[in-house]
């Protein structure tokens, strides 16, 4: 469903992601981990057609995200870290505006709106103008914003931002639920090993633009010669100098 052949981005002499190979299934919640500046939020970005790559390509649903845009966004739905939202609409309105870009047919997406705001608990304030929303409930509106069509690949930048720990059991319950039955796929970046230990099929390690290792939960917890825990594995795999078995 997700497809990175020798994906690389450059900022003049700086390779920030260098020639990323990634194969993820359709229906798999994959957690991608690394420290700040690793390359995380530009390969998101790069998935998402936001920056064009140096060389390689992104493949979503089997559309090319440079040459077949509109395809590949049609089954994409995105939350970036810092989610830009218009101040000046209300959330109902902002979630009429993204009906608009995804061209939902008049009648049809109503229901499903409501729904969602009701679901991310954001339907009470949903008449009120963005500008006072608490950065939670902006979070909580963008993920109510994202399911709006329906997308079959969800992208997620740092998530848990903002939301507090009962927001946060819940947007990890509902996605969970919609890869194990709905067959969607989630790729999400964060920095919380003990969720990404919690709710990954698939973990994959970036550091310096390069991805060190792709596997289970338990298989990069195998990495380590001896027990402990996912931030352990991470915390060794990305010392400066540290070089682990694949």
């Known amino acids: 469903m997700i497809l990175t052949e020798n994906l690389t981005k450059r900022f003049g002499s700086n390779v920030a992601v260098d020639a990323l190979n990634l194969q993820?299934?359709?229906?798999?919640?994959?957690?991608?981990?690394?420290?700040?500046?690793?390359?995380?939020?530009?390969?998101?970005?790069?998935?998402?057609?936001?920056?064009?790559?140096?060389?390689?390509r992104a493949v979503l649903g089997g559309h090319d995200i440079q040459r077949e845009p509109v395809a590949a966004k049609r089954l994409l739905g995105y939350v970036p870290d810092q989610p830009f939202l218009y101040d000046k609409l209300t959330g109902r309105e902002f979630m009429h505006f993204v009906a608009g870009l995804y061209q939902l047919p008049d009648g049809a997406w109503q229901k499903k709106r409501?729904?969602?705001?009701?679901?991310?608990?954001?339907?009470g304030v949903a008449d009120q103008l963005i500008e006072d929303y608490s950065h939670g409930m902006r979070q909580k509106l963008?993920?109510?914003?994202?399911?709006?069509?329906d997308p079959r690949i969800v992208i997620v930048d740092e998530p848990w931002v903002g939301l507090d720990p009962k927001n946060i059991r819940f947007v990890k319950d509902f996605l969970k639920q919609k890869t194990r039955e709905e067959g969607l796929t989630v790729f999400m970046s964060t920095h919380t090993l003990s969720?990404?230990?919690?709710?990954?099929?698939v973990i994959g390690i970036i550091n310096a633009g390069r991805l060190l290792h792709v596997g289970t939960v338990a298989?990069?917890?195998?990495l380590r010669a001896h027990p402990g825990s996912l931030e352990d594995v991470f915390l060794e795999l990305t010392r400066p100098g540290e070089e682990m078995p694949a």
């Open 219 to 222: 298989r990069i917890k195998a």
């Open 24 to 56: 993820i299934d359709a229906g798999t919640f994959f957690c991608f981990l690394g420290p700040n500046g690793a390359g995380k939020t530009t390969t998101i970005k790069m998935l998402t057609g936001l920056l064009h790559p140096a060389a390689g």
């Open 195 to 201: 969720i990404a230990e919690e709710i990954a099929d």
């Open 142 to 149: 963008c993920f109510a914003a994202c399911f709006l069509h």
């Open 114 to 123: 409501d729904e969602l705001l009701e679901m991310f608990e954001i339907a």
